[in-house]
């Protein structure tokens, strides 16, 4: 069963800004938008599905993506990074 999904084009990247801050947060917004696309629309067996040989999965990527902005500006130490590649109910963070 096909599932119709809007096509999208590629948006490149953004320029950069008037500043550091202004061009890190356009590229941030720029990566969060691109994988959001990504991920949106596709049914809930299709995300949690290993499809490439590392075993990552679309859920797992995002998981990762948040573990590494919260280890980023947070400053969360992530004590094991292959975790966050899995499901949230293992916490591989812990306060600095």
Not at 1 to 22: F, I, K, L, Q, Y
């Amino acid at each position: 069963m096909a599932t119709s999904r809007r096509s999208r084009r590629d948006v490149p990247p953004p320029r950069t800004g008037n500043s550091e801050t202004d061009t890190l947060r356009a590229f941030l917004d720029y990566l969060r938008d691109s994988i959001a696309v990504k991920v949106e629309g596709a049914p809930e067996p299709q995300v949690r599905t290993t499809i490439v040989r590392s075993g990552t999965t679309l859920l797992g990527l995002v998981n990762h993506l948040t573990f590494v902005e919260r280890s980023m500006f947070l400053a969360e130490n992530v004590t094991d990074w292959k975790v966050t590649f899995q499901r949230r109910d293992r916490t591989p963070c812990r306060a600095r």
